[in-house]
């Protein structure tokens, strides 16, 4: 098992440095998210091939997705979230690290939890991400999951139509890769499983950014936002939820949310 492990690990981690080293350039990641992609990126390739395929669609298609009309998105959300900057090392890691955990376990000892579980992260990761990115081009003004009244768009907990059917695309396209990945095309229970473990951890990264996220409030526009300092120039005073749960930690969470339903949904 080491023999085949040190290649994997070797040649995994040669590209998924060149692959930070890019991204870092093009200003999409900090050092700091620059080693953390190293490090997420290599322990996926020890899974094999499909791993870190997987992972490299999930990130390239999230940073396509990113650019497209991004000026627009800017626009729309520019009241709410803070300015576009590079992923640092916590972004990476809630929305990368369980999956990269699970295919080290995979590639060492080959656990089928540890597939499920790894894939339901990521179709967590990748349905939450795409309905961002293409709800906030191609939606009206989303609604609370909670309260179902209007927001402003780019608000944690928001939702939209075509968000939601962008959520359904990523979590499918991952389950498709995971039984491509670690077990036979045919394979329907767990395709099922990794797809309702992506939803299921989506719709509770919706759920925990309406309700325990933190929100912050500006007085002098008396309006939410997640800006610390509002565009208005004034400083913005936490007003809601738990000041610890930022939207990395409600990331991580939702994740690992999507992992274990996925690996209940195989058992059940």
Not at 224 to 243: D, K
Request: hydrophobic share 50%; with cysteine.
């Amino acid at each position: 098992m080491l023999i085949d492990i040190i290649p994997r690990m070797l040649v995994g981690g040669t590209l998924a440095g060149l692959a930070a080293g890019h991204a870092a350039r093009r200003g999409q990641l900090t050092m700091g998210g620059e080693y953390a992609a190293f490090a997420v990126g290599t322990a996926s390739a020890i899974g094999g091939i499909g791993w870190a395929g997987s992972l490299a669609c999930f990130f390239y298609g999230s940073a396509v997705l990113g650019e497209w009309r991004a000026a627009d998105k800017r626009r729309r959300s520019h009241s709410v979230l803070p300015d576009a900057r590079a992923r640092d090392a916590w972004q990476v890691l809630a929305n990368g690290g369980l999956f990269a955990a699970a295919a080290l376990s995979w590639g060492v000892v080959g656990s089928w939890h540890a597939g499920l579980f790894g894939f339901g992260a990521l179709a967590t990761a990748t349905a939450d991400t795409w309905a961002t990115e293409a709800g906030m081009v191609l939606g009206t003004s989303p609604r609370s999951i909670l309260t179902w009244r209007p927001v402003v768009p780019g608000t944690s907990g928001g939702v939209t139509a075509f968000g939601w059917g962008a959520s359904v695309i990523g979590a499918f396209l991952m389950a498709l890769l995971a039984v491509a990945s670690f077990t036979t095309p045919f394979d329907v229970p767990r395709l099922e499983a990794v797809f309702v473990g992506g939803m299921a951890g989506a719709l509770t990264d919706s759920v925990l950014g309406a309700s325990v996220q933190s929100r912050r409030w500006c007085e002098p526009c008396n309006a939410w936002t997640e800006r610390r300092v509002h565009t208005c120039g004034f400083r913005s005073r936490h007003r809601r939820g738990f000041r610890w749960v930022t939207n990395d930690v409600v990331n991580l969470i939702a994740t690992a949310v999507g992992g274990l339903v996925a690996v209940g949904m195989w058992q059940a």
